[in-house]
């Protein structure tokens, strides 16, 4: 079998590719001699440009002649590769945070495997909610432009709690100026909890919240990449004067067989920490295992046959149990509710499962954002 790989671009995250396709590799290593695929690999710049994604699949597809394509891209440009898949019945997998809210039209032969950083930024606003009424909004313009705001938001707003300021930061480093929102707290003490939704920015973010509340006590509740590695406070006694929470996809903490067995054979091969992008690789090649045995074990079978046996297959990941939900295609799993504690040490407090996840996805489809929708068209952190 051959596979096909179309990889991103990322000043923001200049990893991203390397450990997607580290943490795939190191998965389908396990699979018998037999069985390996033949892997191609590609680079797609930043994802933006529909011309130069549609050439590259095409080599992959008809040139190498590629049985799966998968494309570390995000809608709309992606979209270019629809009728073209569907032409030559084959199957597309996609990869990518989940910062956008994917199309409601399914797709008969394409499955979307990400991150849902959507989903988790609405479950998080759900528990902000449990614990205040009133918050604030915080992101900046460049991770605004992404669903993230409106799933945290929806999902605090949804329990009946509301946003009383909203602060949008520049997206630069130097440029970042957080006098707007500290003048909100300071002149409304009782508001101690932000909703706040950053990436590369996150360090800036938690300094100079420090800086303006050293000894505040507040309460933030982040987007899952607010929790990367790279983007956790500098200062690491941080959490003693403020609390930060999340629900995450993954986390090194995660403790069942296969995350301990990705964590183990990712720092073996790659000499690196595994990250997020490194548990969707690894998934990745988990889903692809499942389909290569199933269609090497029934070779009369057609690509809807093989692919109706991974609807009804639990499978196991880094991320913890997976499903490929039959009505939308989307592969979902359990998210992991953390708070940062010192020592930039992430615990894991709660564990929400499959089936609660796959209610609050459920909604998601069910009432899509209204009315004028912004959003840039590469995929999150790709830029």
């Known amino acids: 079998m051959t596979i096909g790989i179309l990889l991103p671009n990322s000043t923001t995250y200049p990893l991203i590719s390397y450990n997607f396709i580290a943490g795939l590799k190191g998965c389908l290593g396990q699979l018998a001699p037999a069985l390996l695929p033949e892997l191609h690999t590609s680079s797609i710049g930043f994802g933006t440009d529909q011309i130069e994604m549609l050439k590259e699949a095409q080599d992959m597809l008809l040139e190498k002649n590629a049985d799966i394509l998968i494309v570390f891209a995000d809608h709309p440009v992606v979209e270019c590769l629809f009728p073209l898949i569907s032409s030559l019945k084959k199957l597309l997998i996609i990869v990518n945070t989940g910062a956008k809210y994917p199309p409601v039209k399914l797709q008969p032969y394409v499955i979307y ?9 609405r479950l998080t606003g759900k528990f902000a909610a449990d614990q205040s009424s009133k918050a604030v909004n915080a992101t900046s313009y460049y ?3 992404y669903s993230l705001c409106h799933g945290i938001s929806d999902g605090y707003m949804s329990k009946g709690s509301n946003i009383v300021f ?14 707007p929102l500290s003048d909100f707290i300071q002149a409304n003490p009782e508001v101690k909890d932000i909703l706040a939704v950053y990436s590369d920015l996150s360090p800036v973010f938690y300094e100079q919240l420090a800086q303006k509340f050293p000894a505040t006590p507040l309460n933030i509740f982040a987007n899952p990449a607010m929790l990367d590695e790279i983007h956790l406070p500098e200062d690491e006694d941080f959490s003693l004067s403020k609390t930060v929470n999340a629900y995450l996809p993954w986390t090194v903490n995660i403790k069942n067989a296969e995350n301990i067995n990705f964590c183990n054979v990712f720092k073996a091969s790659s000499g690196r920490l595994p990250d997020a992008f490194a548990a969707l690789g690894w998934d990745t090649g988990v889903l692809l295992t499942n389909y290569i045995v199933t269609a090497t074990a029934n070779p009369l079978f057609k690509i809807k046959q093989v692919l109706a046996h991974l609807f009804n297959n639990e499978m196991n990941g880094a991320k913890g149990v997976m499903y490929v939900d039959r009505k939308t295609h989307q592969v979902l799993s359990p998210a992991y509710r953390v708070k940062l504690e010192a020592e930039n040490e992430l615990i894991v407090e709660e564990v929400v499962l499959y089936d609660e996840v796959l209610q609050e996805w459920t909604e998601i489809c069910a009432h899509p ?6 959003g840039w068209i590469n995929t999150y952190m790709c830029s």
């Open 143 to 145: 991770d605004g432009g």
């Open 166 to 179: 909203n602060f949008v930061s520049k997206f630069k480093a130097d440029e970042f100026d957080i006098n």
């Open 113 to 121: 495997h990400t991150l849902n950083y959507a989903l988790h930024c």
């Open 369 to 374: 954002a209204q009315g004028l929708v912004s």
